[in-house]
């Protein structure tokens, strides 16, 4: 056992030291080291042929509590197929939105009802960075919201990157509000068995008051760079009409239907019994539908690669919980604290926000689930808790650094594409505080209302 361990912790190690070069491709990454784990954990040390057939999961696809479920969830290691399924999805909605126009109609419509008047703006497109992450992937949001932000700043001869970066850190902050926002809370909340309802009780309340103390903050420190560079507003009567956006009026209608369906079968799944898994591939078989002639051209836009990248995650991480370092882990984590409630919650959201700042929090969040369904059923600590922690610990931690979130990278590539690089200095010195501003509200709520 003790070489099986070794093993999955070097392979485990190995995949994160490559992640973080970036030298390869994050789906090349975690293939290779989920055969490894394949191969050498559980093939040379285990020798666990059952280990492997556990870790595929492919049985789940035919357990009816994958598609249909009351009540509590099935606990399961291995490859999470109800985080793929859903994932991809939402994938194809959102790109038959994209494809409608719905996005770059949404923006320029909201810019023209408050007469593109750059403050007002600035606010407005916070908001709707956080309100659409709640729903769509953060990472989605703000490459569609970035883009269209640029696009309004030359026109308003302004610089976009208050905006980008202010629009960054509320989709992540958004995207910690409900189950469907962040992947890190996809993993959570079919690993462990919390609803859309749960979050948007638990984290949605920590978000929403988080919101109402950052949104001021970065209107104090971009106040004076929310200006026209030239020192002259645009006349809005130059700037394009919402209705030029749509490319297609019957494509932009359904996709506003299949949207707000999706929405409404999220919010409800816990009553109705249907899992994410069924919604995912439900709301993206309409969406083919109603693409008709044009499905085959969404289904290439899938981000595969993205897919690929959780499947071989998922094996990674299930060497490290059959060898059962995440158990020795979650026994670490224990002495430390000593037992006490307040310092295992204060290590899971303090150490995954360090954590998630500088590796992606995907599989940080995917490693840490087994160890606080550990820690609670070994201190009888209620997972719940833990869980809201880890959440907002990893969704809200890589808020902090360029690398820290994938929505981050997407911005600020975008910035630099439209000519406004954002320096290392200048995206921490913005991010930073807020950061640990949210931190420190969610340390408080979490300890006030659930210890």
Known sequence: MLAAQICAVVIFLVMFILLI?????????????????????????????????????????????????????????GINW???????????????????????WLCIKLARMVNFKPTPLFFLFMALSAVLSM??????????????????????????????????????????????GDPPNIIIGTSLGYSFFD?????????????LVVAPYFYFFFRRELVPMGGRAADPASFPDP??????????????????????????????????????LAISLVTLAAAGRDALQLLRKIDYATLLFFIGLFVTVSGLEHTGVLELLAQLIEQVSGGNV??????????????????????????????????SAAQGVDLSSLAWALSMGTDIGGSATPIGASA???????????GFPVAWGRYCQAQTLPTVLVLIISTVIIFVRYL
């Open 243 to 280: 209705r030029q956006a749509i490319t297609s009026r019957l494509g932009f209608a359904l996709s506003c239907a299949i949207f707000a369906a999706a929405v409404v079968l999220l919010v409800t799944h816990a009553q109705t019994g249907l899992t994410v898994s069924t919604i995912g």
């Open 82 to 104: 109800e985080t793929i399924v859903f994932i991809a999805g939402m994938m194809v909605m959102v790109e038959g939105m994209a494809a409608s126009g719905f996005f770059r």
């Open 342 to 375: 307040y310092i295992m919650i204060g290590i899971i959201i303090w150490g995954s926000a360090l954590a998630s700042a500088f590796i992606d929090n995907i599989p940080f969040a995917a490693t840490m689930i087994p160890v606080i369904r550990t820690l």
């Open 199 to 211: 979050f948007i009780t638990n984290t949605g309340l920590i978000a929403l008051v988080s919101i």
């Open 21 to 77: 070069t970036e030298k390869l491709e994050r789906q090349v990454v975690t293939l290779s080291c989920g055969l490894a784990t394949l191969v050498i954990v559980f093939g040379l040390c285990l020798r666990d042929g059952a280990a492997v057939l556990q870790t595929l999961s492919l049985q789940s696809f035919l357990s009816p509590g994958f598609w249909y479920r009351i009540g509590e969830a099935e606990t399961s290691s």
């Open 135 to 180: 729903f769509i992937d953060s990472i989605t949001v703000i490459m569609f919201l970035a883009a269209v932000t640029a696009e309004l700043a030359r026109l308003l001869d302004m610089n976009p990157v208050p905006f980008i970066l202010s629009e960054i850190f509320c989709a992540n902050l958004g995207g910690s509000a409900t189950m469907c």
């Open 408 to 418: 981050n990278v997407v911005g600020t590539s975008i910035a630099a594409k439209n």
